[in-house]
Structure formats: structure tokens, C-alpha cells
């Protein structure tokens, strides 16, 4: 899949739902009956704590990338990279509460029955046209997220990996949390080939799954508009929004170098690409990354974290 924004043709070459969204008819939608914000303001207030959070993780990363580039002959300390990845996880998972709150100001309160407190299911409840899709389409980007959900429940916890595969380092993390024997390890559910997730990959992944959501958000708002008001609301000359600080995040993604861990060439990646001074954005998945890696091995160091009642701890192989 190829998804590419240009900003003389689509107006910003944030996500698609951000300019969109601006130009539906405020005829059209209950955001007032429902107590919400307009759409297109729920979208960017959203997608700017969003930016902020992935641009946080970008800087440590960068940061802790130069401070690690030689193998660290003391404490190998990534902390403030670790906390700035759990918020951009909880952010990811409030985007998208937050585009089901989108959803819901499509949805006139007076006609349906629907009571649920949370807008995923009210929005199911009340029928919505498209809604069921959403949910289905949005099935990838939620099951990424299932670290977020044993680290708020299952006080599972993020470490640090830094891989040395010949010059530089490769910085990742990795979820702990006990096993069957009780021994802290990588949890097996998020790893299940016991490696870890380098922030390279994750940051460009995670990046491409917040513009598929935004294409999907908007496939389905067309569809509810056109289902609840025969409504057919174009994309051709779309209310231009600026870019302003989400350009200046892919820029700083696709720049990003490619300090994959050796198993993650198994799987596929994300290819961010900006042109012309924020002028076109082009991201592709899947794609694969050629890289050689040292046939002799590697050296890896590795953050952790053991207590009086578990003691022993497994380390990721990644």
C-alpha cells in the first residue's frame, strides 16, 4: 500500500481526515446535541498531542542514539526514551477513542437508542452507517496497541535494547513481565519470537497505521453522510490546513536510519519518504529492509529490572 499527500493537491500533507473532516456542514452533524467539539476540532487537538508525542520519542531516541553509539562501559539508562514511548502508546490508543468520538457527532441523539457510555459501541448501537467497517478496518491498529493494555493492566513494564552490529547502535525496547515460572521475561504474547522492537521500525510502523486510520476515519464519515443525508462530500479541493508541526514530524520520521534489529527483517517495515520541503509525503507498507548484518554476532546490552521476589530475569534475543 502507498499513501502519499501533496500539499498543492490535498491542501496539508497531514493525515487526510484533517482537512476533510473542516469541510462538512455543520447542518450535517449533532456535535452540539452530543456535548463534542466539531469533528475537524476533535481531530486536531487529537492529532496534536499525538505529534507531540511521537516527536518526543524522536528526539530522545536521537539523543540516547548519539549518548549510546559506542557500547556504554557503564549503566546502560534509557529511561526518559522508555517513558516517552509508554506516552506515545497511551496517546495512540486515545487517537483512536478519539475518532470514534468523531463518529459520534454524526449520530443525532434524538433518533436512537443507543446508551452506551463509550462512543466505539454507541456508535454500533446507533447504527451508524460505515461504523462496523471502522471497527473492522481498524482491527491492526488496535492489536498493535496490546502493549499498551498489559502495561495499564498487567503492570507490565518497558526495557531498553541496544543492539551493535558493527558501527553505531540500535536502540529498542521490549515488554517484561513474568512467565509461567515467575522469571521476568519478555512476554511472550507482544514477542512471541522472544526479540524486541527498535524504535526505528516502530516509530515509521506506528506512523503509517496513524494515516490508515485517518483514510479509514474518512472512508466512513463519507459513508455515513451519504447514508444519513444522501450527502456526498469530495475530496477534490479540499479547505486547505496547515501543516505546521506534523510536516515537520515526517520530515524528522523519514530521516530516521534504518537501526533495524536483525529479526525485524523477517517482518515488514514502513517506508517514510517527504520531498520538497514538506511538500509531498509518500509512505509505503509493506516494505522490506536489505540489511547485512555481522555473520560472526553481535553484541547487545540490555536494561533490567529484578526485585527480592523475582530475581531472575530472561533476556530478548532480537
Not at 200 to 215: C, P
Not at 246 to 272: D, N, Q
Amino acid at each position: 500500500m502507498k499513501i502519499t499527500r501533496k500539499l498543492e493537491r490535498d491542501g496539508t500533507i497531514g493525515p487526510p481526515a484533517l482537512n476533510y473532516l473542516a469541510g462538512i456542514s455543520e447542518q450535517n452533524l449533532f456535535f452540539r446535541q452530543q456535548q463534542l467539539r466539531h469533528p475537524a476540532s476533535l481531530y486536531e487537538i487529537s492529532l496534536e498531542k499525538l505529534g507531540e508525542a511521537f516527536s518526543m520519542v524522536a528526539d530522545e531516541y536521537a539523543k540516547d542514539t548519539d549518548r549510546f553509539n559506542t557500547r556504554p562501559s557503564g549503566i546502560f539508562d534509557i529511561k526518559t526514551l522508555l517513558r516517552a514511548q509508554e506516552n506515545l502508546l497511551r496517546s495512540l490508543q486515545e487517537h483512536l477513542a478519539d475518532c470514534y468520538l468523531i463518529l459520534k457527532t454524526l449520530v443525532d441523539p434524538d433518533k436512537t437508542n443507543g446508551k452506551a457510555v463509550y462512543a466505539d459501541q454507541y456508535v454500533i448501537d446507533a447504527k451508524l452507517p460505515g461504523a462496523k467497517a471502522f471497527m473492522q478496518a481498524s482491527v491492526g491498529y488496535k492489536t498493535s496497541l496490546n502493549i499498551a493494555n498489559k502495561i495499564k493492566h498487567n503492570q507490565g513494564r518497558l526495557h531498553g535494547v541496544g543492539v551493535y552490529p558493527g558501527e553505531g547502535v540500535c536502540l529498542g525496547y521490549f515488554l517484561a513481565e513474568p512467565d509461567k515460572a515467575g522469571v521476568i521475561a519478555p512476554s511472550i504474547e507482544i514477542h512471541p519470537n522472544r526479540g524486541a522492537f527498535s524504535f526505528a521500525r516502530d516509530l515509521e510502523w506506528r506512523f503509517f497505521l496513524v494515516y490508515l486510520l485517518s483514510e479509514n476515519l474518512v472512508i466512513t464519515v463519507q459513508r455515513a453522510l451519504l447514508g444519513l443525508h444522501q450527502v456526498h462530500l469530495h475530496r477534490s479541493s479540499p479547505p486547505k490546513r496547515p501543516t505546521g508541526d506534523w510536516g515537520h514530524l515526517a520530515e524528522k520520521i523519514s530521516k530516521i536510519p534504518r537501526a533495524y534489529f536483525p529479526k525485524e527483517l523477517e517482518a515488514s517495515v514502513a517506508t517514510v519518504q517527504v520531498a520538497g520541503h514538506q511538500q509531498e509525503l509518500t509512505i509505503k507498507f509493506p516494505d522490506r529492509a536489505r540489511i547485512v548484518y555481522p555473520s560472526a554476532g553481535m553484541r547487545a546490552v540490555v536494561s533490567t529490572s529484578v526485585d527480592g521476589f523475582s530475581p531472575s530475569f530472561k533476556v530478548p534475543i532480537p
